[in-house]
């Protein structure tokens, strides 16, 4: 299929504002994601801390960390997701041009 220069010209400009929007949504989902993953980092330490203060006892510590650092795991694997994405929205629109 062939597009003559005004057509191409007007799908290009579209994909670029598509692009942009698609890309501040992830851009946007990011952030959120990084905002819980370091509020999670931010309980380890300062459990850590009560922990090494004889606040809280090993067990404890080890079960919740465990669950934190899980959940951890999976904004990373969303972060990653949403990066990916990301690209690939871009790869697939230059490629049908």
């Given at each position: 299929m062939?597009?003559?220069?005004?057509?191409?010209?007007?799908?290009s400009?579209?994909?670029?504002?598509?692009?942009?929007?698609?890309?501040?949504?992830?851009?946007?989902?990011?952030r959120?994601?990084?905002?819980?993953?370091?509020?999670?980092?931010?309980?380890?330490?300062?459990?850590?801390?009560?922990k090494?203060d004889?606040?809280?006892e090993?067990?404890?510590?080890?079960r919740k960390?465990?669950?934190?650092?899980e959940?951890?795991?999976?904004?990373?694997?969303?972060?990653?997701?949403?990066?990916?994405?990301?690209?690939?929205?871009l790869?697939?629109?230059?490629?049908?041009?």
């Amino acid at each position: 299929m062939r597009f003559d220069d005004e057509v191409l010209a007007w799908v290009s400009q579209a994909l670029r504002v598509s692009h942009g929007d698609e890309k501040q949504h992830h851009e946007d989902a990011v952030r959120r994601i990084q905002v819980e993953y370091d509020r999670l980092q931010n309980r380890i330490d300062a459990m850590y801390v009560d922990k090494l203060d004889g606040r809280i006892e090993t067990d404890f510590f080890d079960r919740k960390a465990s669950e934190w650092r899980e959940e951890q795991g999976k904004c990373l694997a969303l972060i990653r997701e949403h990066q990916d994405t990301n690209q690939t929205y871009l790869d697939e629109g230059i490629r049908l041009l």
